[in-house]
């Protein structure tokens, strides 16, 4: 009931900046949370950074002070900006959302976008 599409991967050098988007779609209810998780091959997924409704955020060690999560309650949209990328943090970057949706409304369900492609070059 819920669909995410995520935008703006690519390739950057070390050092410089790339801004994803997440747009939410479908018969939704209500959003409790979104996030941004990483997954390079041959690890686990791993959070990156969330956000709630409220604007309260969490971000993983590794990307504090380098990333933002930010969000459009309004648009169903949530944004992660990298600045100072690190070729460690090439990977798939997926996006996330934890909402009330269709018939479900009365339950919380978690959803996920396909993934976009993050290369940090060195």
């Known amino acids: 009931q819920v669909q995410l599409v995520e935008s703006g991967g690519g390739l950057v050098q070390a050092g410089g900046s790339l801004r994803l988007s997440c747009a939410a779609s479908g018969s939704i209810f209500s959003i409790d949370a979104m996030g941004w998780y990483r997954q390079v091959p041959g690890k686990q997924r791993e959070l990156v950074a969330t956000?709630?409704?409220?604007?309260?955020?969490n971000y993983a060690d590794s990307v504090k002070g380098r990333f933002t999560i930010s969000r459009d309650n309004a648009k169903k949209m949530h944004y992660l900006q990298m600045n100072s990328l690190k070729p460690e943090d090439t990977a798939v970057y997926y996006c996330?959302?934890?909402?009330?949706?269709?018939?479900?409304?009365?339950?919380?369900?978690?959803?996920w976008g396909q993934g976009t492609q993050v290369t940090v070059s060195s």
């Open positions: 956000i709630t409704s409220g604007g309260s955020t």
């Open positions: 996330n959302t934890i909402a009330r949706a269709g018939l479900s409304i009365a339950t919380r369900q978690t959803y």
